[in-house]
């Protein structure tokens, strides 16, 4: 995943955020309204009530929305490999994300 300020990808995008899958073929979302929300989620059981699920261990969940009840995009900031600062599974890595983001729509 790839999630970038939109001038950093075309400068007509002013007033988007931009993601991609592959890094070549991007898409766009508003910025107007959006807020950024975050938690570090710690998982030390790889079973949940005896049902085995994917563990993904410690990680980040960062979450674009309009509102509380509108999200736009909801990601884990250690999968958005075109920033490198955002990477590490740490609670840091999540605040740096946020930063950026916070930065991104102001």
């Known amino acids: 995943m790839h999630i970038d300020n939109g001038v950093n990808v075309n400068p007509a995008w002013v007033n988007s955020i931009a993601v991609s899958a592959d890094g070549a ?3 766009t979302i508003n910025k107007s309204g959006l807020d950024v929300k975050s938690r570090f989620v710690k998982q030390n059981s790889a079973t949940n009530g005896g049902h085995p699920f994917v563990n993904k261990g410690s990680h980040g969940q960062i979450t674009l929305a309009n509102g509380e009840d509108t999200p736009k ?3 884990d900031p250690n999968d958005v490999v ?3 600062t955002w990477q ?3 609670e840091a890595a ?7 983001l ?3 729509l102001n």
């Open 94 to 100: 999540v605040q740096v994300a946020v930063s950026d």
């Open 88 to 90: 590490g599974n740490t």
């Open 73 to 75: 995009l909801s990601f």
């Open 102 to 104: 916070t930065d991104w």
């Open 82 to 84: 075109n920033q490198a």
């Open 25 to 27: 073929n991007w898409s």
